[in-house]
């Protein structure tokens, strides 16, 4: 590698010995690799970019002959963060969506945007489900720019969506006290978007069928379809909504192999066709959220991979969009509540004056001290 840089066999030998910083059988490809070559004198600098703000140098030390020797300096490339609004109109997904109107970023990192608007949001909105065409997205984040010309996104400071016909607000806001900074996501009623149970099983997610009646693709039988169905490959890690104690694994007629979590105030959630359970998963297994309990299967009654996913209250079958929307998180502090309010006020308003694809001016900040 080193010599297609023009840094001769013997000189690239003496450059890897002089390194502390980098393992030569680990380096990955793609790695840009940048060299000073002059003819009389040979290699004089070799400059790796192990990251993307991350540089490993190597300068030679002297010029006589075999004496020749490389000094090895490790830099990190400071980076420059202003905000922009990115957003759009929903034509099938979210991800399609940022993409359109995220003109801000370069395209090979516009998903990124995407994922950390889906990771704040996951307690509030099932987006493989709950989104509409013609729903809206307006997202006030950080961009970050490194001195090579680098951009990549930073945090999500604001953002504003039209859900099924209702607004979701989220901000996220650093709470100070005696113990430190804690920086969270609270949507515009105070409360935290952090809640008792995730809106899907699935990470990655596409749903095939809905609540409600439907044909049974094997049965032939329009019959209640009492859950939701998440279309997804074998083996796709499935997560446990919410904490819990697994009170049934196992195989269950048309469900397959099935798990049951029950949680606190009367729920009980159900996974079934599953493919089989994570390492530990049995009954009595105590489970937090967000904990992969098993995987996406074909099992029982089932013409292809997907997970069947139902919600129980009180052993009774509750569309799962309508129960678990209704689980909201712990409400802001009172002691912290005009801090909040101040902050939305401003950040709302930069958010509605500033056009998407703009850069929003003057620096955010989103701390509020208190006691």
Not at 6 to 24: I, T, Y
Not at 89 to 101: C, E, F, K, N, R
Not at 235 to 252: N, Q, Y
């Amino acid at each position: 590698m080193l010599e297609r840089a023009g840094v001769p066999r013997d000189e690239a030998a003496r450059v890897l010995m002089a390194s502390q910083a980098l393992d030569a059988r680990k380096i990955r490809a793609g790695t840009t690799i940048t060299s000073t070559v002059s003819p009389d004198s040979g290699a004089s600098e070799v400059v790796l970019q192990l990251a993307i703000d991350r540089l490993v140098r190597f300068t030679r030390t002297s010029t006589a002959g075999a004496k020749r020797g490389w000094l090895e300096t490790e830099e990190t490339l400071p980076w420059t963060t202003d905000t922009v609004v990115v957003g759009g109109v929903v034509s099938s997904t979210l991800t399609g969506a940022i993409t359109q109107g995220a003109d801000a970023f370069p395209v090979n990192v516009r998903s990124e945007v995407a994922y950390a608007l889906a990771d704040i949001l996951e307690y509030r909105v099932d987006l493989s489900r709950d989104l509409r065409a013609g729903d809206t997205i307006k997202v006030l984040m950080e961009r970050q720019r490194a001195p090579n010309g680098a951009v990549r996104p930073g945090n999500v400071i604001a953002a504003r969506l039209t859900v099924d016909g209702r607004r979701v607000e989220t901000m996220r806001f650093a709470q100070g006290t005696k113990a430190g900074v804690t920086a969270t996501y609270f949507d515009g009623d105070g409360k935290s978007m952090r809640a008792a149970f995730l809106r899907a099983p699935l990470a990655f997610r596409r749903i095939s069928s809905v609540f409600g009646l439907r044909r049974h693709p094997i049965l032939g039988t329009v019959r209640a379809h009492q859950g939701m169905d998440y279309a997804a490959a074998r083996g796709t890690p499935v997560r446990a909504l919410g904490d819990g104690i697994v009170i049934f694994a196992g195989w269950k007629g048309g469900y397959g192999r099935v798990l049951e979590i029950r949680h606190r105030n009367g729920f009980v959630t159900r996974y079934g066709h599953l493919n089989g359970f994570a390492p530990g998963i049995r009954r009595g297994t105590t489970v937090s959220i967000s904990r992969t309990v098993a995987f996406v299967g074909t099992t029982g009654l089932s013409t292809a991979p997907h997970l069947h996913f139902e919600v129980l209250v009180n052993g009774r079958h509750r569309d799962p969009r309508v129960a678990l929307r209704n689980v909201t998180g712990e409400p802001l502090a009172a002691s912290q509540r005009a801090g909040f309010d101040d902050l939305k006020a401003r950040l709302f308003a930069r958010l509605d004056g500033t056009s998407v694809g703009q850069a929003a001016a003057g620096p955010v900040s989103t701390r509020i001290t208190g006691d």
